[in-house]
């Protein structure tokens, strides 16, 4: 069993940054594909970034050159950090893990608001 918890939201102005962190509560955390998603009012949830557990990483085209997700393996952490903020950007964000893909990630975080006012 994995156990997720998102902090770090709140209020930005755009063109603000925020850290996301994740604190992960899993044994063998390092072998878990780490993922960050998003839900916006009235939109479905989203895929943001994700991390595989060797080490690659992926970006919605939304967050590429704007976001980077992070690991600290020592500390069972992962971090999603959020540079130039938009109004779009305004959110649910998700954490999640998965042992095999995060198409459907088994295991997610109660999520934390973040939001961009203009």
């Known amino acids: 069993q994995v156990q997720l918890v998102e902090s770090g939201g709140g209020l930005v102005q755009a063109g603000g940054s925020l850290l996301l962190s994740c604190a992960a509560s899993a044994s063998n955390f390092m072998r878990y594909n780490m993922g960050w998603f998003r839900q916006a009012p009235g939109k ?7 991390r595989t557990w060797r080490g690659g990483t992926s970006y919605a085209d939304s967050a590429k050159g704007r976001f980077t997700i992070s690991y ?3 500390q069972n952490m992962v971090y999603l950090q959020m540079n130039s ?3 779009e950007d305004t959110a649910v964000y998700y954490c999640a893990a998965d042992r095999s893909s995060l198409i459907r990630p088994d295991y997610w975080g109660q999520g934390t608001q973040v939001t961009v006012s203009s």
């Open 72 to 74: 600290d393996n020592a």
């Open 44 to 50: 479905e949830r989203e895929f943001v970034a994700a």
């Open 85 to 87: 903020l938009r109004p």
